[in-house]
């Protein structure tokens, strides 16, 4: 049996190293969606340009204009003449956010008495008009408290010391890549079992597989296995790239980092299986990988918390591989995780696995009959 399989696995190999188009796809998109989707996909909001329409001369207003020209977070501060400027300005993306003084600003911050400042934000990106109005709020309570200072008033009653763990410096990387980790360790994983039977079917070799000596059983443990063995290599440069290129350090066990990998990959194999014994081209079989990875992505809590999701697709979650793996490769990558943490994610992988592996081979027997 194990002879049969084995030529079976150097057979899927073979077909995959050989095939010129398979190489660069198993290699060379999963390292550009890295180095893009590590710059790009980030909830940080940097390098934005907004506008200011001051419609009064004193000298608090300038100063607090000054300290948002000065912040590191702001490209351009765009000066208005005049109040019409407002919404154009808004409408055409020019700014995401406009600050407008009053006339009397300088005059009632002189006087200690409460000076008002709007901030117009464009709501269409509505994440990153509420970080930037932080920054905003940030900005301006640290000149309140600079003047409260100089005109000796009360100090506050207490202060925040702010202390980050896990990621001091708040570099979005280090959220990014590793979970990054994940969805492209996925989808080599996914995208070589999607393929594998729907390839047989296209070139006309399915049906003198089904009449070698191996079962329907072992064809699946056939294919399973090199989906398995390219997934770990794709997830080893993987891991390498975050932490040699992007610098994410590794804080945990490899150990448990690759034993998260393995569970993760046989969930994902298996679902890759029932597309690929559903699909009757490769066409179809690339449709259907897609289709299940991208609600699996979205569900995994990369792009929102999955606490911010509706209850009912809290529980959906509850089957998706992703969401467990995520919390273990940043365990792993950024604080370290125990053992007893990783195994508690563990568990539902390998049942999922159990499932999904289970469904999809009682399907390609059905199939194959």
Known sequence: MWLRIGCLIIKELLAVWRDPKSRFLLVAPPMIEMLIFANAATQEVKNV??????????????????????????????????????????????????????????????????????LILDGRRSNASQILASYAEQIIN????????????????????????????????????????????ALGGLMVTALSVARERELGTFEQLLVSPLSPREIVIG??????????????????????????????????????MAAFLLAIIGVGIFVSSVAK??????????????????????ASPIENMPEWLQYLTLANPYRYFVVIVKGVFLKSMPAHDVLGNLGPLFAIAATTLSTSTWLFRRRAE
């Open 49 to 118: 340009r907004i506008a200011v329409f001051n419609q009064d001369l004193g000298i608090h207003a300038r100063d607090l204009i000054a300290r948002f020209e000065g912040s590191p977070n702001f490209r351009e501060v765009r000066h208005l003449q005049s109040e019409a400027e407002i919404a154009p300005m808004i409408d055409s993306r020019s700014a995401l956010m406009v600050l407008r003084f009053g006339q009397d600003f300088s005059r009632l911050v002189a006087s200690g008495r409460p000076a008002r400042i709007q």
């Open 142 to 185: 640290q000149y309140n408290a600079e003047l409260a200072q100089v005109h000796l008033a009360t100090p506050p009653a207490s202060s925040v010391m702010v202390r980050i763990w896990f990621n001091p410096n708040l570099d979005a990387k280090w959220s990014t890549v590793p979970s990054l980790v994940v969805v492209l360790t």
């Open 223 to 260: 294919k399973a296995i090199p989906a398995f063995l390219i997934g770990i290599g794709e997830g080893t440069i993987m891991v390498v790239a975050a932490v040699f290129i992007f610098r994410i350090p590794l804080c945990g066990s490899l150990l448990l980092l690759y034993a998260g």
């Open 281 to 302: 081209t490769q066409q179809q079989a690339i449709l259907g990988a897609f289709t299940c990875m991208v609600p699996m992505t979205l569900l995994s809590g990369f």
